[in-house]
């Protein structure tokens, strides 16, 4: 079974490249399933109804989000018990959303979990223990668990790699935009990359304008961010399961341009 896992969705120049890409990807690659991180799908903050609908649409399996989860109110309507968009699961008790899912596909049922770090991002549970104890909660209801660990230290994901190494049959870093080189199966037999990268406009930084961000790092002054276009990439990773031990056999990361 090949899993599509897409990187960061931003903006309208992510948005519509995927529309362009993902039918081109998923025929010439054989896709049976796609998680994608939509965190900045809509304006680069947030996820909006329309763009939801489309991601579901092009046959996006389950969405992942991250510190942009509730960059904009149409999450709110968004979550609903139904559907498979699943934010961090260790936000507090209590926030809207769940922060995992089971679906089923090529008689295999997936678990997905998405969780975040809290290096450089935002103070909340640990997410070591929350996918500790998520596992534990739902592994005998699943034959393959999938981790999107959205997280900005590197040294954060490759611990949480080795955390769940042997537990998860893939865990994948999102959240910087770049993608890493990392790509490997570590020694217990989890797949790992510490980040998917972007997919959105080439000539930005992280899917802003450079100049903008240029400025921002010289002057520390607030700039209204102003998104990049042009030239659109997509990044991510092909995830790879044995059909008969469940385990992953290879990760492969794409990155296709225009
Ligand atoms: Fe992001
Ligand atoms: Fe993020």
């Known amino acids: 079974m090949k899993i ?19 039918p081109e990807i998923v025929d010439r690659e054989s896709i049976d399933m796609i998680i994608a991180n939509a965190e900045n799908a809509s304006g680069g903050n947030g996820l909006s109804y329309a763009d939801y609908d489309a991601l579901i649409d092009l046959g996006v399996d389950v969405i992942t989000m991250g510190n942009h989860t509730f960059g904009r109110k149409d999450i709110l309507k968004i979550f609903t018990n139904e559907n498979s968009v699943i934010r961090p699961i260790n936000y507090p008790e209590g926030t809207p959303g769940k ?12 678990g997905v979990i ?21 596992i534990e909660a739902i592994k005998d209801q699943t034959d393959i668990i999938i981790v999107d660990f959205h997280a900005d ?34 020694p217990k037999g989890t797949a790992y990359i510490s980040d998917l990268g972007m997919t959105g406009a080439a000539e930005s930084v992280l899917g802003v304008k450079p100049d903008i961000i240029i400025e921002r790092f010289m002057y520390s002054m607030p700039q209204k961010f102003d998104h990049a276009d042009g030239k659109a990439k997509l990044c991510g990773a092909i995830l790879t399961i044995d059909d008969v031990t469940n385990k992953a056999v290879k990760l492969e990361r794409i990155a296709e341009s225009e």
Not at 4 to 22: A, H, P, Q, S, T
Not at 99 to 110: H, L
Not at 117 to 132: H, L, Q, S, T
Request: charged share 20%; net charge positive.
């Open 114 to 134: 998405n969780a975040m770090g809290r290096v450089n991002i935002m103070n909340i549970d640990c997410p070591f223990k929350a996918c500790e104890k998520e």
């Open 153 to 186: 230290a590197s040294s954060e994901k490759r611990a949480m790699g080795y955390f769940l190494d042997g537990k998860a049959a893939c865990v994948f870093g999102t959240h910087t935009h770049v993608q890493t080189a990392d790509e490997c199966i570590l």
């Open 99 to 110: 922060g995992s899912v089971i679906i089923n596909r090529c008689s295999k049922r997936i």
């Open 4 to 22: 599509l896992l897409i990187g960061d969705i931003f903006g309208e120049c992510g948005m519509n490249y995927v529309k362009y890409m993902l």
